[in-house]
């Protein structure tokens, strides 16, 4: 069983590395792939240049040899559409190996306004992972999707290659990326919400901080 956590990564942060973690030894998956986004469908373009949000998952997963980064969105043209990465993903994995798309409840939120969300339960089971500040069921059209297709036992993932829901919780880490660039833009280190390998690169970089406080 495969995990895959697509994301913007701008940057990545422990919440991303111990929600995969985490998922990793509760669903006994035997990897987790991260996927980087390189055109949104849903939010604005990422500060972080592909280059740099590559280098920073790199310095990031450098330690687990069963996370991935797989860079198949990054070589795409048009919006990353998840279905689309999943296709690619079958192709590779065929047709009968269990992939689980990890997504926090945020994004579990907005899941029916993605490009044909319902194809994307044909090809894969979503694990949606609890998310301090945000109720993992936000309306009555996610609770009964998730009725149809919940999912109580995680050993009952493996069994089919997808279509199903799990609700998944976790340590919860508040923590986002949004929160690190807002804290560099105000001139703070985001030391221990982050790799130390990561921060470098973003302090390399001179990433996120404002103009007026770049060297
Ligand atoms: N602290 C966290 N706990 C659980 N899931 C998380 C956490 N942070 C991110 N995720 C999930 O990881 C995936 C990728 O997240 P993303 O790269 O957008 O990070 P983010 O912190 O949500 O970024 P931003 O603040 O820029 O929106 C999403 O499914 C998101 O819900
Ligand atoms: O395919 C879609 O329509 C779609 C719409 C919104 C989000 N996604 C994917 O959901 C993942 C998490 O997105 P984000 O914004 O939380 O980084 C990322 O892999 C996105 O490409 C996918």
Redesign the pocket.
């Given at each position: 069983m495969i995990g895959l956590l697509?994301?913007?990564f701008d940057p990545v942060h422990f919440g991303h590395l111990r929600a995969a973690l985490e998922c990793l030894q509760m669903l006994d998956l035997a990897q987790v792939r991260f996927?980087p986004?390189r055109v949104?469908?849903?939010?604005p373009q990422p500060q972080a240049s592909i280059a740099q949000r590559v280098a920073m998952l790199a310095a990031a997963l450098a330690d687990e040899p069963r996370f991935v980064l797989d860079q198949r969105?990054l070589h795409r043209d048009g919006p990353?559409?998840?279905?689309d990465t999943l296709r690619s993903l079958r192709d590779e994995f065929g047709a009968s190996q269990p992939l689980c798309l990890l997504?926090?409840a945020?994004?579990y939120a907005?899941f029916l306004?993605?490009?044909r969300p319902l194809a994307?339960l044909e090809l894969a089971h979503l694990v949606v992972m609890h998310r301090p500040g945000h109720d993992p069921i936000a309306s009555p059209a996610l609770r009964q999707l998730y009725q149809e297709r919940a999912c109580t036992a995680p050993h009952q993932l493996a069994t089919q290659a997808g279509g199903r829901i799990l609700l998944q919780t976790l340590t919860p880490l508040d923590i986002s990326s949004t929160r690190i660039r807002a804290l560099i833009a105000r001139g703070h280190r985001p030391r221990y919400l982050l790799p130390d390998a990561v921060l470098t690169r973003i302090e390399h970089d001179q990433l996120y901080a404002r103009p007026d406080r770049r060297g």
């Open positions: 697509g994301g913007t996927i986004l949104p469908v849903h939010r969105e990353s559409y998840t279905l997504i926090g945020d994004a907005g306004d993605w490009h994307i």
